[in-house]
């Protein structure tokens, strides 16, 4: 089995639940266009708990009408088509916590050397 690493670019998005744009939730909206931009891949994860910027805490609370919950939304794909994500998207994105890196993803192949 061979082994190759290749170098991607991982962008992390930091919202809400609660977070709307265009009418929507936020987190839908963001994962429509990833689909549309035709990006490799990317993930919606729901947090349990989180402190946001203003040191709330965010969880769910079955006594509270209102749960608002962290997401994560996880993207991996060339830097390229990263930063053209960000830029088409600046309007919908402003002011939401992101970060990016870079990251070595593996893959094994089948070939034998």
Do not use: C
């Amino acid at each position: 089995m061979q082994e190759s690493i290749e170098e991607k670019t991982l962008l992390k998005i930091y919202l809400d639940n609660t977070d709307k744009f265009n009418n929507q939730p936020l987190w839908k909206y963001i994962l429509e266009n990833i689909k549309e931009s035709k990006l490799a891949g990317a993930t919606v994860y729901k947090a349990v708990a989180g402190i946001g910027e203003h040191s709330t805490i965010h969880t769910f609370d079955i006594l509270n009408l209102s749960n608002e919950l962290p997401l994560i939304i996880e993207i991996i794909d060339n830097d390229a088509k990263i930063s053209k994500f960000l830029k088409e998207h600046k309007e919908a994105l402003a002011n939401l916590f992101i970060t990016q890196s870079t990251i070595g993803v593996v893959s094994f192949s089948k070939r034998e050397e």
